[in-house]
T-cell receptor, first 114, second 114 residues
Framework: AQSVTQPDIHITVSEGASLELRCNYS??????LFWYVQSPGQGLQLLLK??????LVQGIKGFEAEFKRSQSSFNLRKPSVHWSDAAEYFCAVAASGGSYIPTFGRGTSLIVHP | NAGVTQTPKFRVLKTGQSMTLLCAQDMNHEYMYWYRQDPGMGLRLIHY???????AKGEVPDGYNVSRLKKQNFLLGLESAAPSQTSVYFCASSYMGLAKNIQYFGAGTRLSVL
């Protein structure tokens, strides 16, 4: 079975600073990987996904993530954070063969200081 | 363009009461899911459905029942609510095929059991 670890419960950055949120997964083959964002009081929205191909994927709202097989990681990045990026971010992994049900990490709460 | 709609948005129950949460999607998705979200726990899958008339247990199914009588609706029932079921409940849906892992979420139902 697959699993996901988001080692940072909270991340605090200043507006305009760069951001990297960490995600490590466990899965025997090449996984399907996702980042979702949850704004306060809202449901989750897909930011980006990796299925195959180019390991650097672009998403909405200026986010990108890089799949690194050797490190079993799929870290989320943004070069310049805006105050509206304050939210909860979830990494998820799904098996590329077999069960399609994603497994979610516990989430990282992003706090943006002005 | 409604997407995934959950009703009600908020509910307070007394221990032992029953209730049903309704999830409706207008995207003709085959797969539907119920999750609960608790602080520090991320999203945990309660039950899911791969099509009309079919349901299956997820990670934390105890105390819940589900039904999928119509393709567009997925109901989550609590027969005898307990304080441990105080949580935020999210419904999600997804396509079949390669994009089956991409989930679309409702805005959530906040349930308190006193």
């Amino acid at each position: 079975a697959q699993s996901v670890t988001q080692p940072d419960i909270h991340i605090t950055v200043s507006e305009g600073a760069s951001l990297e949120l960490r995600c490590n997964y466990s899965y025997g083959a090449t996984p399907y990987l996702f980042w979702y964002v949850q704004s306060p009081g809202q449901g989750l929205q897909l930011l980006l996904k990796y299925f195959s191909g180019d390991t650097l994927v672009q998403g909405i709202k200026g986010f990108e993530a890089e799949f690194k097989r050797s490190q079993s990681s799929f870290n989320l990045r943004k070069p310049s954070v805006h105050w509206s990026d304050a939210a909860e971010y979830f990494c998820a992994v799904a098996a590329s063969g077999g069960s399609y049900i994603p497994t979610f990490g516990r989430g990282t709460s992003l706090i943006v200081h002005p | 363009n409604a997407g995934v709609t959950q009703t009600p948005k908020f509910r307070v129950l007394k221990t032992g009461q029953s209730m049903t949460l309704l999830c409706a999607q207008d995207m003709n998705h085959e797969y539907m899911y119920w999750y609960r979200q608790d602080p520090g726990m991320g999203l945990r899958l309660i039950h899911y459905s791969v099509g009309e008339g079919t349901t299956a247990k997820g990670e934390v199914p105890d105390g819940y029942n589900v039904s999928r009588l119509k393709k567009q609706n997925f109901l989550l029932g609590l027969e005898s609510a307990a304080p441990s079921q105080t949580s935020v409940y999210f419904c999600a849906s997804s396509y079949m095929g390669l994009a089956k892992n991409i989930q679309y979420f409702g805005a959530g139902t906040r349930l308190s059991v006193l």
